[in-house]
């Protein structure tokens, strides 16, 4: 399904490896990190329940309203851009309350009907100050009371149990599903914080969590070495090699980027238990747009990143570069009669025998076709990796302190 | 309309900067350097006869479909986004032909009838492989012969004078619009390639020439400063503060972002004069979206990023945070009858103050409005400070010879 490769000499000893399966073993077992359990538990069986009882098509739901930011929305963009062009997407507009933008508040309610809207309050800590500016702001606007039908009826709150938004929407009668507790906001796209917009726009949602379930047991019958190594390598040179560059060559990887930039960044970058900062930068672009951006810079750069490169075998449609040769334009010709997919994926090639050949560490990925289960073992893939780098860093990976202060100094702001 | 700051201790001598303004005063005469001549000498008045004569509205167009990747695209995208939620552009939907990845192709053609489709075929070279493959495949699937009226009307071609794209239009009647040899691809919206659709969306492109001509006078007045000290500062602490952060309040500049990664990275990723690979590492985030994603990275990572910050003080839609308490998450209620402006710029100045505490490197950009004259001001803007930075590298800002070999590769890829 989905084959990985180290282009780069692995320095790693079996000691190393042996180590790291170890740790890991250690923290999915501790109960302290909850993702790891998600393959086997988790909310599948009761979204579809709920999902099969409301019946989105009888009451003609033709837009589903995210309310939510961070690890609350970009899971569900990735997995969705993903798998979009799949037969499974139904109809169904996905919509984002995400930033506190007014122009693009504005813009969401052009042409948005609240009977056709079903709104999902997302908010790990219960309090998130954009989701409820957002919730007020939805209420007002549609004139919507919270002793009425219809708020009961329309909305769903995803958060943990016994917070805030836990407590309000008990109050009022609304449904609401659980964050475990031992699950990160950007570990929780297997939660219903994904699951339940993805099952609802159509996706095969236990796929997805098969899908993670293949490589979770194969990485803890110690079988995905390569995983380790490329985490060893990424940790052991942070220094001289501090940027990680996610190259994917097809567009559907635009969303899965800003996934991975979040988990990567948002853990990683960290006081480790020594007291030094550490951190690793994550980017994420797109081939072959980025081709024409930023491979200049990788290629004659500051030699400061590693490059792993996506590349997707079979795409659903496979349309051919057609037989006409345009006058004076001769030379490109080569490709003709050849498929887009064909020359994607040359490109892919061709780019990264460059970026070789300037000494900079290369790794791949091939995903055979982009499906459920591919998009359920890639993000479980780069949650291990995260888990295995930041063990190796010795920073605490799950939480961010970071982020307090700013928060702090907002609320002075306005109570100044 | 709009004021730069830096909170950061500057070591420039009077010397540097004036090294400086003429160093881009030689390099703006020389005549090798292009884009320094737009806001007087472009073609403005050129596109706006050929609108005013091909009439849009009466033919029916509903759709611009832009072919073209990188530079031809970015810059549109770019300005489309901070302006989209202005007064002027109106409905004419833009799509872009930009990657080779074919489920975004067939996903173009969704809905797509060619005769409400005008065609802006972009490729400085006149020969990039993505957008004549594209400019095929659109031919095929319309059934359009080189020889019919349909590809004259509804094609225009923007290429270099004597490119291959140039002659092949010429030889069928195709109408071209030239961008200068001197001007290079990334720094080239402000030719035909960014003026003709925006111009077709609505926009005004004179006030757009404007706002960059204001700033184009205050520098070569000696009268930007703070442009020089910023430069210096990030080429001469390059090795220290390797990535250089565009932090923007607001979801307009997601494409300004790319744009910027563009420019920056593909300008300045090179091997210098001595023969050393430099380069800074462009990255672009949004607030407040980001602040539950890369922030913790800025605030507790490894001290490698400046950080600008770009606040937008005046938004067309100034919204209220309605006065309502919900149970449980009072501790919200202090942002109330508030307007959501108020909330994304205290929420900018909070986080500016949490970065600022970790000594980290930040300066500032107030943007009154955004508007056509403040996005053509913040284009120029980077377009300065990039050649300024390039300068202080000693690399040569206007090539990108570490793309060459890829295309090189791909080539014999095909032909073995």
């Not at 790891?36 to 329940?49: G, R, W």
Request: proline share 2%.
């Amino acid at each position: 399904m989905i084959e990985s490769k180290l282009l780069f000499e692995d320095q790693t000893h079996e000691d190393d490896i042996n180590g790291l399966y170890d740790a890991l073993l250690q923290e999915a077992s501790g109960g302290n990190v909850g993702y790891y359990d998600l393959p086997e538990v988790n909310d599948v069986e009761n979204i579809k329940a709920f999902c099969a009882e409301y019946d989105f098509e009888k009451r003609g739901i033709k837009n589903i309203a995210v309310l939510g930011i961070g690890g609350s929305s970009l899971g569900t963009k990735a997995i969705d851009a993903l798998l979009e062009h799949g037969d499974n997407r139904n109809d169904i507009n996905l919509l984002y309350f995400e930033n506190v933008d007014p122009n693009e508040i504005v813009q969401n309610f052009k042409n948005l009907i609240f009977e056709e809207t079903f709104f999902i309050v997302i908010s790990k800590s219960g309090g998130t100050i954009e989701t409820t500016s957002h919730l007020k702001f939805i209420l007002l606007t549609f004139n919507i009371s919270l002793e009425s039908d219809a708020f009961k009826e329309h909305f769903v709150f995803i958060t943990d149990e016994n917070s805030p938004l836990d407590k309000f929407g008990e109050d009022f009668g609304v449904k609401r599903f659980y964050i475990p507790l031992n699950v990160g906001g950007r570990f929780s796209v297997f939660t219903a914080v994904g699951l339940l917009p993805l099952h609802i726009l159509g996706y095969d949602i236990a796929k997805l969590m098969e899908g993670a379930g293949v490589l979770k047991e194969s990485f803890f019958a110690r079988n995905e070495d390569t995983l380790c190594k490329k985490a060893y390598f990424y940790a052991t040179k942070a220094e001289e090699i501090p940027i990680n560059v996610l190259f994917s060559y097809s567009t559907a990887f635009k969303y899965f980027n800003d996934w991975y930039v979040q988990l990567w960044g948002e853990s990683l970058g960290k006081v480790n238990i020594d007291g030094t900062k550490v951190g690793l930068t994550p980017i994420g672009i797109i081939g072959s747009v980025d081709q024409h951006s930023f491979l200049q810079l990788i290629i004659e750069g500051a030699g400061d990143k590693s490059v792993t490169m996506i590349k997707v075998k079979k795409f659903e449609n496979d349309i051919l570069i057609p037989d006409i040769s345009l006058p004076y334009l001769e030379k490109n010709d080569f490709i003709n009669n050849h498929s887009f997919t064909e020359l994607i994926n040359a490109q892919c090639d061709a780019t990264m025998q460059s970026i070789i050949d300037q000494n900079i560490s290369v790794d791949t990925i091939e995903i055979e076709k982009l499906d459920e289960k591919s998009a359920g073992y890639m993000i479980f893939y780069y949650e291990l990796l995260t888990s295995l780098v930041g063990n190796l860093l010795r920073v605490n990976t799950y939480d961010q302190p970071g982020v307090e202060l700013g928060k702090v100094i907002l609320k002075k702001k306005f109570e100044a």
